[in-house]
């Protein structure tokens, strides 16, 4: 480790870091010395807002412009299924992961990015949006985060070392007109987060 690259040796995981916010997180992180696993939903999910055309490509431009490693990965993150899955690749590169930041988020409906206005549900207020839209919002910004969390707190609790990183949004606090369901979603991570940190506390892996 030196100063240039204090996170020199620790593994990184962003999820939704194919674009956006998401990408500057896995850019700094990678930057600042970690190894960065760059994650979307598909494997062409840059294509869908016009910032790339796959995954590998993402991680190549990030690697390069933070002159350090990245590998991309990608999959439903609603899935516990495929967060296993994804963490699985992970540890199989780099090993125990020591970061994790849970990003991926947003309002999207059940039709994902391909429909619409980026995805956002339609009708998006409180009586007249589908269900499942409700359900893709709610699993897409809240069990996202739970079951990543889940998945790779058990090894820094062990280890007595680690970090969880979550994402949330202004959005979950303000309600704003046709923004209902993402509001609500919002609004639940960042209150389950907390009860995260007390549970997380009992066995000091936030060290």
């Known amino acids: ?3 240039e ?16 916010l ?19 939903t598909r494997f062409d999910s840059p294509r869908s807002f016009g910032e790339g055309e ?23 993150v609603t899935d516990e299924a495929e967060v296993k899955r994804i963490a699985g690749e992970v540890r199989g590169r780099w090993g125990p992961i020591d970061i994790l930041v849970t990003n ?8 994902g990015t391909g429909v619409g206005r980026g995805g956002r549900p339609s009708p998006d207020d409180c009586v007249g949006i589908p269900l ?17 969390c889940r998945e790779v707190a058990p090894e820094m609790i062990t280890r007595r070392g680690g970090r969880i990183i979550t994402i949330g949004s202004i959005a979950g606090c303000l309600s704003r007109r046709g923004r209902c369901c993402v509001t609500a979603g919002l609004t ?16 000091s892996a936030g060290k």
């Open 1 to 3: 480790m030196s100063n």
């Open 5 to 20: 690259k204090p996170l020199g040796g620790k593994v990184a995981w962003v999820t939704g870091s194919s674009r956006g």
């Open 22 to 40: 998401g990408r500057v997180l896995a850019t700094t992180l990678c930057r600042l010395g970690a190894a960065v696993a760059i994650h979307g």
């Open 54 to 76: 796959s995954m590998e490509q993402v991680a190549r431009d990030v690697a390069a412009e933070a002159d350090g490693e990245a590998l991309p990965v990608w999959g439903d």
């Open 104 to 111: 991926a988020g947003g309002d999207i409906g059940a039709g």
């Open 132 to 148: 499942a839209d409700i359900r893709a919002v709610l699993d897409r910004n809240l069990l996202t985060c739970i079951l990543c």
């Open 188 to 203: 639940r991570s960042l209150l389950w987060s907390p009860s995260w940190r007390r549970r997380r506390g009992d066995s």
